[in-house]
């Protein structure tokens, strides 16, 4: 697993090359947004439960099938899986906020979440909405602890999103 940082120096490290002014640059940003993404880590974490129900129950009020009977959280246990599940997106999207890269999404949650999902049969479209869901809380939330540009916040969520929504075409 890999951060912003150790990506970069990884890249040129390959090439034989310095630090050139876009890498430079690059670190620069890192380290400037860092305050935010740290701020936006805790706000995840002091509220990882009610974001998770927040965006179950969202996300079911949207797609009522998925809690009738054969829907695919239907049943207490299908249900507390599905939750489960946001909650871990949730938990990694906030690795990948303060890494400031998406190394560890590839690597934790996305590598075999398809296959894995497909075999079980659970659908990719309701799992891509509630990541969706749950990237506008966080934003709200983020925006409401002082931080002014929350675009940052989409980034770990929106690669989710189009890896999984990519895979499933």
């Not at 927040?54 to 009020?61: D, N, R, V």
Request: proline share 3%; net charge negative.
């Amino acid at each position: 697993m890999r951060d912003a940082i150790t990506s970069l120096i990884r890249n040129y490290d390959i090439t034989g090359r310095y630090l050139d002014r876009d890498a430079i640059d690059s670190l620069k940003s890192y380290f400037d947004s860092g305050t935010a993404r740290i701020t936006a880590a805790a706000v995840v974490n002091a509220n990882a439960a009610s974001i998770v129900k927040q965006a179950g129950s969202q996300l079911f009020e949207e797609v009522p099938e998925l809690i009738r009977p054969g829907g695919n959280a239907y049943t207490t246990r299908r249900y507390a899986a599905c939750l489960r599940d946001m909650d871990y997106y949730l938990r990694y999207a906030s690795y990948a906020l303060v890494a400031g890269s998406m190394d560890v999404l590839d690597e934790r949650v996305l590598q075999g979440l398809r296959e894995t999902y497909n075999s079980l049969g659970v659908p990719i479209g309701p799992t891509v909405r509630g990541i969706q869901i749950m990237k506008d809380i966080v934003k709200d939330q983020v925006a409401a602890a002082g931080v002014t540009n929350t675009a940052f916040v989409d980034q770990p969520f929106d690669y989710m999103t189009r890896e999984l929504s990519e895979s499933d075409i």
